[in-house]
């Protein structure tokens, strides 16, 4: 690797990585989705498919803003863990354990993608680049969502019935809904029921 003189080839050299990764990511999350058992799991995976090709397109345009030229640099750290996700998965026994497995598989790609963003975000910022810090701090809190989401999946399902609690899973997958509608009304990301105006009273 060439040797990085300054913050502003390093912030370029991370931002190679992430663009690679992003791209091994959307062609690598189509295998985990048509495998998951959970459809709340598959549904998360497909949706983060369809995302992670807006953070390919958002970081494009972070490169444009830079001036640097649009290219990639081979990630192999992400070529790793989708080959070790794979291979976990791969071993799996049963359905449910799969999904475990698949969990926490895309976990490790998701901690791995908030570390790099993190890093970049900050780099931009102190460079005097909040145009693409703020670029960056948009796909940072996605991923950021895209992880508790898993969690929240793996919680409220997924590791009670690898465990064979099935029961517990229900109630659980119960519970983890109404926690996510209770996160998101507070971040005003669904309608929330206004209390009806009185009706004023008519003088006799």
């Not at 680049?129 to 898993?150: G, H, P």
Request: glycine share 6%; hydrophobic share 40%; proline share 2%.
């Amino acid at each position: 690797m060439a040797k990085v003189e300054s913050l502003e080839a390093l912030l370029e050299a991370e931002l190679r990585d992430l663009y690679d990764a992003e791209k091994q990511l959307v062609r690598a999350l189509p295998k985990p989705a048509k495998k998951a058992r959970d459809p709340e799991l598959r549904r998360a995976l497909q949706e983060h498919r369809q995302q992670t090709e807006m953070h390919v397109e958002r970081l494009e345009q972070v490169f444009d803003l830079l001036n640097k030229a649009l290219r990639g640099k081979k990630c192999r750290s992400m070529q790793h863990l989708i080959a070790e996700g794979e291979e976990v998965i791969g071993s799996a026994k049963d359905e449910e354990t799969r999904d475990a497995a698949i969990v926490a598989s895309a976990q490790k790609a998701e901690h791995y993608e908030i570390a790099g963003y993190g890093a970049a975000r900050t780099w931009a910022a102190r460079l005097g680049r909040r145009d693409a810090a703020d670029l960056l701090q948009q796909t940072l809190d996605e991923e950021k969502e895209a992880d508790a989401r898993l969690t929240d999946i793996a919680e409220g399902a997924v590791n009670a019935a690898a465990a064979g609690e099935a029961g517990e899973a229900g109630s659980a997958r119960s519970t983890g809904g109404s926690k996510r509608r209770a996160i998101a009304a507070d971040r005003g990301t669904v309608p929330v029921r206004r209390a009806a105006k009185a009706t004023p009273r008519r003088r006799a």
